[in-house]
């Protein structure tokens, strides 16, 4: 990527990475998933087709991933919310696309209920939403309802994933299935059906629960749960460049 990482002072100093390429709008804002950040491949992907199309597109690492200041162990859904919004409202001045990815499209609800009038669509990959009550199982909850972290297996490194009690404590104060979320913008939802982290039915009850009628879901039968493969990012551009 071209453009220089930047850095954002938050209200207690830390300092949040993100690039962000000028252009027309509205502005693509992208969030990562978990423990992922902003030189991951669809980020990576989405940013080139942006500066291809001159379009306004913002990349963001949360804190305690990537570039950023802070603890991992210290992030939660709220805490990145918040730097998220601040990133917006300090560096991009028209309307939005929020794309998410996995816990970055639990993370867009959020951010897209605070974002008001300035949402134009969403996009969702893998979206996973409210994982932290169907990810895991009763003793695992017990466990970091007691203030343990716990850790599992991670698929793609050779480190374990952590979740910590604070994340998952903030996670079942912002679960969004059990009512009807009002968004009323247009979504778009992309699933592989061979996901092994986030079942594909979770895109399915999301465009349910969505109060918004234009919402598309898209299965992706052979498709993983990183859609990441050369056809899956062609799919998440054309998707995008129809929503822009």
């Known amino acids: 990527m071209n453009d220089q990482v930047q850095f954002h002072a938050m209200p207690d100093g830390r300092k949040i990475a993100f690039r962000h390429a000028a252009g027309s709008g509205p502005a693509v804002v992208f969030l990562p998933g978990y423990m992922s950040d902003m030189d991951g491949s669809k980020a990576t992907e989405i940013h080139g087709w942006a500066q291809a199309q001159g ?38 001045s028209g309307p939005v696309i929020l794309v ?37 199982d009763a003793a695992q909850k017990d466990a970091l309802a007691q203030g343990e972290t716990i850790f599992e297996d991670n698929p793609y490194g050779p480190e374990p994933t952590p979740t910590h009690a604070a994340f998952w404590q903030d996670g079942q ?20 059906q061979r996901d092994t982290d986030v079942p594909h039915g979770i895109s399915l009850a999301l465009a349910d629960k969505l109060s918004s009628e234009d919402v598309e879901v898209t299965l992706v039968k052979d498709g993983d749960h990183r859609l990441s493969r050369q056809q899956d990012i062609a799919l998440l551009l054309s998707t995008l460049e129809r929503l822009a």
């Open 100 to 136: 998410g990815s996995s816990m970055g499209g639990w993370l867009m609800l959020l951010v897209a209920q605070a974002l008001g009038d300035r949402l134009q669509a969403m996009l969702g990959i893998a979206a996973a939403p409210d994982f932290t009550e169907w990810g895991y």
């Open 55 to 92: 379009r306004e597109c913002l990349l963001i690492d949360y804190s305690g991933c990537g570039r950023s200041d802070g603890d991992f162990a210290d992030g939660t859904l709220s805490r990145w919310r918040d730097e998220v919004i601040a990133l917006v409202e300090a560096h991009v």
């Open 173 to 192: 104060a912002q679960r969004q299935l059990a009512a009807p979320i009002a968004l009323t913008c247009p979504v778009r939802l992309l699933h592989g």
